[in-house]
């Protein structure tokens, strides 16, 4: 009789060998398998603005120039003016200035001009920001406000630049009044007396002089 439980004892065992033995093998059949890996990168977009040549879009506050009276005319024919010494200005001048921004980032981006006018001896000069149509003499009169992207109240976006190379070249005019009923800026403070005035001051050192100063803040369009 022990001999018979050595035997079944032995036969068990076997039996769960070969069973362990099955399971094991059996993760060694053919299947199908597949397996996949994925990556991906993504660089910034490049912001560079150009004012008038200039790249203001740097770590570093940038300057730019732009030649107010480079161009002096006379206001009868609006040919260049032959009478007046070279970079001065006096009654019956003329002229206008340009200012170029190119937007040459990958992001859309908008602009705004805000001008600052320094005239201390109130020289009867005024600016026009639509070709002539109207004449201002005071500088905030002349700003460019950015138009706001987000509340589409600005439908025209006329001071969008597009990516890429999206440019806007902002002209202002400006002219010496000749005597104030022809300017609705100078209509009781500007007369033949008040510009003589201004001519005999200018044999003092300090000549009367004007000063317009332009600030140009683009930004990109959420």
């Given at each position: 009789m022990k001999k018979n439980n050595k035997v079944y004892k032995?036969?068990?065992?076997?039996?769960?060998?070969?069973?362990v033995?099955?399971?094991?093998?059996?993760?060694?059949?053919?299947?199908?398998?597949?397996?996949?890996?994925?990556?991906?990168n993504v660089k910034v977009a490049k912001w560079s603005v150009l004012?008038?040549?200039?790249?203001?879009?740097?770590?570093?506050?940038?300057?730019?120039?732009?030649?107010?009276?480079?161009?002096?005319?006379?206001?009868?024919?609006?040919?260049?003016?032959?009478?007046?010494?070279?970079?001065l200005i006096a009654p019956g001048v003329e002229g206008e200035f340009g200012i170029e921004i190119v937007n040459q980032s990958e992001v859309t981006a908008k602009y705004a001009i805000d001008y600052t006018l320094t005239n201390t001896s109130n020289i009867p000069i005024e600016f026009s920001v639509d070709n002539g149509t109207t004449w201002k003499s005071a500088a905030n009169d002349l700003d460019v406000t950015a138009y706001d992207h987000n509340d589409g109240s600005d439908t025209t976006k006329s001071t969008e630049l597009a990516k890429g190379n999206g440019s806007k070249t902002v002209t202002v005019k400006w002219r010496w009044a000749y005597e104030g009923a022809s300017s609705s800026n100078f209509t009781t403070t500007q007369t033949d007396e008040t510009d003589t005035a201004l001519g005999i001051a200018a044999k003092s050192a300090t000549k009367p002089e004007v000063t317009v100063n332009a600030k140009v803040v683009v930004t990109q369009v959420n």
């Open positions: 032995f036969a068990a065992l076997v039996l769960l060998l070969t069973m033995t099955l399971i094991l093998v059996s993760g060694t059949y053919s299947k199908y398998t597949s397996s996949i890996e994925g990556s991906d004012v008038n040549d200039t790249d203001i879009a740097s770590a570093t506050t940038q300057e730019f120039t732009f030649n107010l009276f480079d161009t002096i005319n006379d206001t009868l024919d609006h040919n260049d003016e032959a009478d007046v010494a070279d970079n």
